[in-house]
């Protein structure tokens, strides 16, 4: 069983810098993508950043050039520097793993979360 948990959420002031970081536990072997997400309050989850796990990562163009996803030093690690922050980063966000399973079906394995507030 894989377990991952969020930390570093808070609040932030516009224009500032926060850093999340997600750790998975559990048997994981091989290479596998980690990512964030987040969803506001009345919005839809939104994919903001991916981590292929072979020196690929892919933004969603509403954090690219203000966020850089970043892998640990342990490989079960995944960090997310955010800078530049604007009101509309306020969220919850959510880290996740997905692994290849029966069939090479992908199965995505979520944190609980933490909060990310922008606020003056």
């Known amino acids: 069983q894989v377990q991952l948990e969020e930390s570093g959420g808070g609040v932030a002031q516009p224009g500032g810098s926060l850093r999340l970081s997600c750790v998975a536990s559990g048997t994981i072997g091989g290479i596998y993508p980690m990512s964030w997400h987040r969803q506001a309050p009345g919005k839809r989850s939104e994919l903001i950043a991916t981590?292929?796990?072979?020196?690929?990562?892919f933004y969603a163009d509403s954090v690219k050039g203000r966020f850089t996803i970043s892998r640990g030093s342990a490989e079960n690690t995944v960090n997310l520097h955010m800078s530049h922050l604007e009101f509309e980063d306020t969220a919850i966000y959510y880290c996740s793993l997905r692994v290849l399973g029966v069939g090479n079906a992908p199965y995505d394995y979520w944190g609980q979360g933490t909060q990310v507030t922008v606020s003056s």
């Open positions: 981590d292929t796990g072979d020196g690929r990562s």
